[in-house]
Antibody
Framework: QLHLQESGPGLVKPSETLSLTCTVS??????????WGWIRQPPGKGLEWIGT???????YYDPSLKRRVTISVDTSKNQFSLKLSSVTAADTAVYYC???????????????WGQGTLVTVSS | EIVMTQSPATLSVSPGEKTTLSCRAS??????LAWYQQKPGQAPRLLIY???TRATATPARLSGSGSGTEFSLTISSLQSEDFAVYYC?????????FGQGTKVEIK
């Protein structure tokens, strides 16, 4: 059974960089049938896709966040990471990592999710 | 970007009743549509993918239908564990996008 766990600071100052790591256990991040994604949820609001990465390093980002987002993968540690720069209060959210099913050459739904971690942007 | 619109925002339903949630895409997503359930303080859980295929552990009383731009999630007889927020998501193309959610609450 695949398990994902987010980790990182729960408080980030405005204009600084938010950094989170997702550790994957129970399976390999180098699986050819998996892509790995970050999703966030502002308090009381809906889900927002941030970006997705393959173990080779290929990435897809939401256009509205693309200038500020970097997602990377460390296959030796079975981890992938999110960096979001120049944060403001609008970036306060629960951040989830998840696993996308990849089949028929198509990155599909998210079938495994981490528990989520709240990141607050405040001075 | 494909915009996903869910309706209604809130559904008030009595236990045992049947209810249907709707999701509309701003352009065709074929059958590349998933439904998720989220309870307070929990991560979303995949219920349905490819518009109508139940994920592992999704009970048979939940069913998905539709293709193109119009989709629905039907719960045939609401149980206490079904009261939650439901999101649809398209994965037809990038960026993948979610609807704003429908809250199913106890009437």
């Amino acid at each position: 059974q695949l398990h994902l766990q987010e980790s990182g600071p729960g408080l980030v100052k405005p204009s600084e960089t938010l950094s989170l790591t997702c550790t994957v256990s129970g399976g390999s991040i180098s699986s050819s049938s998996s892509f790995w994604g970050w999703i966030r949820q502002p308090p009381g609001k809906g889900l927002e896709w941030i970006g997705t990465i393959y173990y080779t390093g290929s990435t897809y980002y939401d256009p509205s966040l693309k200038r500020r987002v970097t997602i990377s993968v460390d296959t030796s540690k079975n981890q992938f990471s999110l960096k979001l720069s120049s944060v403001t209060a609008a970036d306060t959210a629960v951040y989830y990592c998840g696993r996308h099913e990849y089949s028929y050459r198509h990155v599909r739904y998210l079938d495994y999710w981490g528990q989520g971690t709240l990141v607050t942007v405040s001075s | 970007e494909i915009v996903m619109t869910q309706s209604p925002a809130t559904l008030s339903v009595s236990p045992g009743e049947k209810t249907t949630l709707s999701c509309r895409a701003s352009q065709s997503v074929s059958s590349n549509l998933a439904w998720y359930q989220q309870k307070p303080g929990q991560a979303p859980r995949l219920l349905i993918y490819d518009a109508s295929t139940r994920a592992t552990a999704t009970p048979a009383r939940l069913s998905g239908s539709g293709s193109g731009t119009e989709f629905s999630l039907t719960i045939s007889s609401l149980q206490s564990e079904d009261f939650a927020v439901y999101y649809c998501q398209q994965y037809y193309n990038w960026p993948q996008t979610f609807g704003q959610g429908t809250k199913v609450e106890i009437k």
